[in-house]
DNA sequence: AAAGTAACTTGCATTATAATAGTTACTTGG
DNA sequence: CCAAGTAACTATTATAATGCAAGTTACTTT
């Protein structure tokens, strides 16, 4: 079956997914990130099989992630180079790379982000550009935006959203009288 | 053909991936953070078909982010809560949805991050809780950690690695001699 | 002239995803 | 007390996505 289109989703996170959701798609900007250009270079520090690798770079190069340029003219070769939209989803590498590190690293951290400068290890937080706060618990909230739809802003509405952690979920069904019971 | 796992590869990126990496594990997770805890809520809220998300949930418990507990006994019910871990993925969401909304939102944005007091929208950026520096451009570098094999300093000693937003990839025989051209 | 390199494509097997329908175990309304 | 409703799933069956291996193109290097 064809797999479902999160694109004509409102969320901004689904029109993202749709761009790269994908298996290895994120493991590719990784290594652009990291200074990766060349087919053959993904190809080796991934291990991925080439026509994967071949359909992955030209979906990142159709969502505008990459851009395919010609770096010799004979024989063709080609490289690929992260676009502004490449550029910008550094953030989520980021947060990702805290997360595994926090997470999944359990024999101790392989990969370190570090300050450039100074080599001391850096510890990503997320806070807003304005105030300065940091953008977890229940500081922040989502809303609907102007253009949101009349659905979104339902569903926006419905729920407890407040980017809620841990909502207290009692249900009064599970609580109450069991009565035939034996 | 089995899918190829992230699961065994150093990378903290990768690891995390082998977790969430699958079509609506991260949107799953998005509606986790909004308060969502119901199998059929997630449906609603998703669109997705009953087994996918069975499925779905399953991993994500499977892998610690979500925890499934009984809320009704009779009849049994059950709902689906995010643990610490899955709790810990917020920052991943949130610099999803701002790289989203600034890329994909033709139309003007849908959701927005605000405040919850003031209302004021909100611009997420990752800085260094320390030095309190934005992780970008050049700033910060990836180094290998303490935990890191011989293969992973080889990696990271390899290329320009330093978070390179696009190093200039001048070749030299794109440049040089054209010879036997006609 | 043979081997190497870069960037792929083709063919075919195996998995994953999806829509739909069915199941279990109750609760509720009339 | 019986039909309809609700919550949380499983089973079935289709189409797509993924993966490995091998082949291709167009040169460059030894």
Redesign the interface.
Known sequence: MQ??S?GKM??????????V???WS??IL?DA?????RFD?FEQ?L??APNMLARRLAGLVKA?LLERR?????PP?Y?Y??TE?G???????????????????P???????????T??P???????????HP??D????????????ER?RR??AS?????????P???K??ARK?RN?A
Not at 10 to 19: T, V
Not at 33 to 37: I, K, R, V, W, Y
Not at 92 to 105: D, E
């Open positions: 797999r479902k999160f409102q969320c901004p996170i689904a029109r993202g997914l749709e761009r959701g994908e298996w994120i493991l990784r990130l990291h200074g990766l250009t270079q520090s291990g991925i505008g010609r770096y010799s003219e004979r070769r490289e180079v992260l939209r550029r910008d989803f550094q953030p989520v590498i980021v947060a990702m790379h805290a997360w595994g590190n926090r997470h999944f690293a024999e101790g951290q392989s990969v370190l982000l570090v300050n450039a400068r080599g001391e850096a510890d990503p937080v997320i806070v807003d550009r304005n105030s300065k953008l977890a229940t500081e922040f909230r989502v809303a609907p935006g102007p253009a949101a739809a979104t569903k926006l729920s407890a959203w407040g980017i809620a952690l841990h909502p979920t009692i249900d069904r599970g069991r019971r």
